[in-house]
């Protein structure tokens, strides 16, 4: 059975599952956001009305937790519909493009601010 995340009846962390889990988000989020969120063949945003995208979604928090997987599909889901600001047609005074380096800053701090 696959472990379900944010059960807290289990009081130890499983690091092992937690790193696994953090791998696959992260490889989701560079295929999603980084690749295809640069590739000018791809949209810039795949447009859902409001109330569609609620549906889409499902970001209701479940008093036992969810499967990681569930958890993973969630992370595609929400990169999916999202508008890509590093798209070259994207055009906007506040975006211009992925700062790579200035990225893994914001990935190293957050990593190290344990105080989620």
Same mark, same amino acid.
């Given at each position: 059975? %696959?472990?379900?995340?944010?059960? &807290?009846?289990?009081? *130890?962390?499983?690091?092992? #599952?937690? !790193?696994?889990? /953090?791998?696959?988000?992260?490889?989701?989020?560079?295929?999603?956001?980084?690749?295809?969120?640069?590739?000018?063949?791809?949209?810039?945003?795949?447009?859902?009305?409001? %109330?569609?995208?609620?549906?889409? &979604?499902?970001?209701? *928090?479940?008093?036992?937790? #969810?499967? !990681?997987?569930? /958890?993973?599909?969630?992370?595609?889901?929400?990169?999916?519909?999202?508008?890509?600001?590093?798209?070259?047609?994207?055009?906007?005074?506040?975006?211009?493009?992925?700062?790579?380096?200035?990225?893994?800053?914001?990935?190293?701090?957050?990593?190290?601010?344990?105080?989620?």
């Amino acid at each position: 059975m %696959e472990p379900i995340v944010g059960d &807290l009846s289990d009081p *130890l962390i499983n690091h092992a #599952e937690g !790193q696994l889990f /953090l791998h696959e988000a992260y490889k989701i989020i560079v295929e999603e956001v980084l690749c295809k969120g640069t590739d000018v063949k791809e949209k810039v945003c795949e447009w859902k009305e409001p %109330e569609e995208l609620a549906l889409l &979604l499902d970001l209701e *928090l479940r008093e036992k937790g #969810e499967p !990681q997987e569930r /958890l993973l599909q969630r992370v595609r889901d929400v990169a999916k519909y999202s508008i890509k600001t590093s798209h070259p047609r994207f055009f906007n005074q506040q975006f211009a493009g992925v700062d790579y380096h200035s990225l893994a800053g914001r990935f190293l701090s957050e990593a190290l601010n344990t105080n989620l």
